[in-house]
């Protein structure tokens, strides 16, 4: 930030020094900029406002129960969050267990192996993805991916791991499976960019020394560089998993729309941002839309913790040049 | 010209001399809780040339930046006591009308990223120049000796030129306006020996519609250009006098050390 | 070489080529989505898209122009209102900011800015559907606005920082007044990198769907007005992929199609743009 003026502690001229920054402009281009930075800190408040006063009615007819209850029935006035807070957080742990070996296996090949040019080319496109909006993610989900699940992946998987819970049950295409992989390609780009940065900013002296003792390339990275960078590592995480707690189009178009917790992956589900998107515009009655709102507030809330651990790991990577042993 | 200047805690400011255009008196400088400025007194007098001379960190490019209250720009600053231009207090005046008569050349060269042209008319236009600009650009960079140079690329960058060629666009730009004084602060550390040659010589053209103070580390040229010469060190102004007594003659002991090289 | 040796040599060279493996995968998603998009779309992509309305299934022939007009009317009052407050508040935080005010400004913007887009239009539907009593574009723009304004006050704010302070400084020795130092040497110093900021952010609203569904949500026809439902591009795509006709689909396609292709476009000028020097050179 730019260094501003500062008052001289004269007391004579303080006065007079206000008056002359008034008279030329500068305070009150201060003030006015300042009133449109407060704009920010308006919509920040009436964000919080509006999702609380907007979700009374819910809060205090269920209480704590709207988090623990799984009974979610518009026409009986039963609202029970709970599925979709399920939902939620099992599609995000599905996208964060593809997406952050993959993307992590991609950063280290761009930041340790790749010579700079394939390295900032490749980074290019992968920038670029993460600008592709999610409802184009979402229509090639719903055409290639679906089928893709149904008709080869889930069955083999069945096949080989039905024995588990988690990977046995009806097969449809759509559920929690499909949702998570494709919000693993949306977060992919995040967890790549921002661990290539970490990773880049481990000193070479790291490696070298890790090398010179015989150790291989792999071991050299694994062992030594990854660990230094790893608060970054984790922040990049973080900030996926924000990313995929708030991601509403793509997992929408294939989650199944089931407001039940099942433990099968193949199973149909509901997260959070599904159920605003689908419910939100035809709710009828005030319980009703309280309690979506009240949805709206859960994840809002949950989206601020992550993201503001995922700030403070990045922060105190930059901060400190990268982690401590 | 005036007795060597002895400050000690507790001098009363000595008779001012009556053709003196900035008296510094007792200015104490603070960044936060730090001092850097010791009850600097001086006297720069009118059309000459005055160096301040003293290693690194010892306050003398702090003193050149009260002058024209360009130390304002950093935070939890303080300034005590009084700079007086022709007389009056320069902290009671408003800042902008002081600047445009105090001007100001940095350390490293800073164009603005616009043409020659725009950069020299830069400080007439802000201050409402309502006369011919082009006449006006072209006498700032005659004065400074760079119109040969530059009049037929006026409205390429200013980034073009070459680093000897910037810093005279910058003094070419501080002299748009006409200032009384002109303050520069190591104009030549970033500059080979010729362009530095043609800045110095710039100076002895200007001085005569001018009053010029300049910062240097560089002993030689404080010898080569100024009538007075000032010795800063830790904060404080340890002597003051014509060059030739400050170089040929010191009378602290601190002085002869700085100028044989014992330090510094 | 010992056994454990080769090992550890085949490891590394297994591992290695793995980390080849996941970053070919990465940058090829990029094209795959790009070549399906072209294949499916390709066709569908033609004057009739351009100009004509939707129409009903089963009839060839039709558009989608009024989403393509509903969705430059709706991001151009996201831009009016956007721009202008992230641009002057990015110059607070740079120029002018305090210790307090500013940190809690900027602490806040990073909050918005993590907020999901479907909670934003959760705050639009109640700030002026709610009052207005209906659907409008008015309501979409003023959603998108928030999506535009902390992103383009942290890029504002990002690159102004940038600027040499002893830009400043020489401007302020002329005599100039702060506020005239900020609008004549600083902003056109920094004026790439705070374009490219715009740029980048406009691009990222014109192709955000959830806060569009309860605020402008759709129409089937040209827009009546700024204050009436409005047909966008995104929201087109995704009810027509969702419906059961073939040839919606192939319009969804076609639209995914011309909006990848602006975003696209939109992100490689910025980065063109910001290659070519941020601010001062020096």
Not at chain 2, 40 to 60: E, F, M, R, W, Y
Not at chain 3, 2 to 30: D, E, H, I, P
Request: charged share 15%.
């Amino acid at each position: 930030m730019a260094p501003s003026s500062t008052m001289s502690a004269r007391p004579t001229s303080g006065a007079r020094a206000f008056l002359q920054r008034l008279a030329s402009g500068d305070e009150i281009a201060r003030l006015v900029t300042a009133a449109f930075a407060g704009c920010i800190l308006l919509a920040t408040v009436g964000v919080i406002w509006e999702l609380w006063v907007n979700s009374t009615l819910a809060r205090h007819k269920f209480g704590l129960s709207l988090l623990t209850s799984s009974d979610w029935d518009a026409v009986a006035g039963q609202f029970g969050a709970l599925p979709f807070i399920y939902g939620t957080v099992v599609t995000s742990l599905v996208a964060l267990l593809i997406a952050v070996p993959v993307g992590l296996g991609a950063a280290i090949f761009l930041a340790e192996l790749a010579p700079a040019k394939i390295s900032s080319t490749f980074t290019f496109f992968i920038e670029l993805l993460a600008a592709v909006p999610s409802v184009i993610y979402g229509v090639l989900a719903i055409f290639t991916l679906v089928p893709l699940m149904r008709d080869y992946v889930e069955p083999a998987l069945k096949k080989t791991l039905g024995f588990l819970p988690i990977f046995s049950g009806t097969i449809l295409g759509v559920g929690y499976l499909t949702a998570g992989v494709i919000l693993a390609l949306m977060v992919l780009p995040f967890i790549i960019s921002i661990s290539r940065e970490a990773l880049l900013e481990v000193p070479t002296e790291q490696r070298e020394a890790a090398l010179a003792l015989g150790c291989t390339r792999w071991e050299s990275t694994w062992q030594v560089v990854v660990p230094y960078a790893r608060l970054g590592i984790f922040g990049s995480i973080f900030l996926g998993l924000a990313r995929a707690l708030g991601e509403t189009m793509c997992v929408t178009m294939v989650i199944g729309n089931d407001p039940s917790i099942h433990t099968s992956l193949f199973a149909p589900g509901y997260t959070i941002a599904a159920i605003l998107a689908n419910e939100f515009s035809e709710a009828t009655g005030d319980l009703y839309l309280h309690s979506l709102v009240a949805l709206g507030l859960i994840l809002f809330l949950l989206t601020i913790v992550i993201n503001a651990m995922a700030r403070l790991l990045i922060i105190a990577t930059t901060r400190r040049g990268s982690g401590h042993p | 010209m005036g007795a060597v200047n002895v400050p000690s805690p507790s001098s009363t400011a000595k008779p001012l001399a009556q053709e003196a255009k900035l008296h510094a008196v007792n200015l104490n400088f603070y960044y936060g809780a730090y001092q850097a400025l010791h009850n600097i007194s001086l006297d720069v007098p009118a059309n000459q040339i005055t160096a301040l001379i003293g290693p690194s960190g010892c306050g003398k490019s702090t003193f050149l930046r009260t002058l024209n209250r360009i130390s304002e720009t950093i935070r939890n600053t303080r300034v005590e006591g009084q700079v007086l231009l022709d007389g009056e207090d320069v902290l009671s005046v408003d800042v902008t009308a002081l600047r445009r008569r105090v001007g100001m050349v940095f350390q490293k060269s800073n164009p603005f990223p616009k043409s020659i042209f725009d950069n020299v008319a830069y400080g007439l236009k802000v201050n409402g120049f309502r006369g011919a600009l082009a006449d006006a650009v072209e006498r700032s960079l005659k004065r400074a000796a760079l119109w040969e140079e530059v009049k037929d690329k006026l409205q390429k960058s200013a980034y073009a030129l070459s680093g000897g060629q910037q810093q005279r666009l910058c003094i070419a730009r501080a002299l748009a306006v006409d200032p009384e004084v002109l303050l520069l602060d190591e104009p030549c550390s970033a500059l080979d020996p010729i362009a530095t040659a043609k800045i110095e010589d710039l100076l002895f053209t200007l001085k005569d519609q001018c009053t010029i103070v300049i910062v240097t580390h560089n002993m030689q040229q404080a010898a080569r250009v100024a009538d007075r010469t000032g010795f800063f060190l830790l904060g404080k102004l340890i002597e003051y006098n014509t060059t030739e007594i400050i170089f040929k003659t010191p009378t602290r002991q601190e002085t002869e050390d700085y100028i044989t090289g014992r330090f510094g | 070489m010992t056994l454990r040796n080769r090992w550890r040599k085949a490891l590394s060279m297994v591992m290695l080529s793995l980390t080849g493996v996941c970053a070919v995968l990465a940058v090829s998603v990029l094209f795959l989505i790009l070549g399906y998009l072209v294949y499916n779309g390709w066709r569908s992509v033609d004057w009739n898209f351009f100009t004509k309305l939707p129409k009903p299934p089963g009839e060839t022939g039709g558009g989608m122009a009024n989403a393509i007009a509903g969705s430059a009317q709706i991001v151009l009052i996201a831009i009016v209102i956007g721009l202008p407050i992230g641009f002057m508040a990015g110059v607070y935080l740079s120029e002018f900011g305090g210790k307090i005010f500013a940190s809690i400004v900027r602490y806040m913007a990073d909050l918005l800015n993590g907020v999901p887009s479907i909670v934003i239009g959760i705050f639009a539907w109640s700030v002026v559907v709610v009052p207005m009593g209906h659907f409008s574009a008015l309501a979409g723009g003023v959603a998108l606005s928030l999506i535009l304004i902390p992103i383009t006050a942290r890029s504002t704010e990002q690159f102004l920082s940038t600027v040499p302070q002893t830009l400043r400084e020489g401007a302020l020795a002329l005599g100039a007044s702060k506020w005239k130092t900020i609008a004549t040497v600083v902003v056109p110093a920094a004026y790439r990198g705070i374009a490219t900021g715009m740029i980048l952010g406009v691009a990222r609203i014109s192709g955000e769907t959830a806060p569009l569904l309860f605020t402008s949500l759709n129409n089937q026809f040209w827009s009546a007005g700024w204050n009436q439902p409005t047909a966008s591009l995104p929201i087109m795509i995704y009810s027509h992929a969702q419906a059961p006709y073939d040839d919606w689909h192939r319009q969804a396609w076609a639209a995914g199609l011309v909006l990848l292709l602006l975003v696209l476009f939109a992100n490689v000028a910025a980065r063109l743009i910001l290659s070519r020097g941020i601010a001062v050179q020096k």
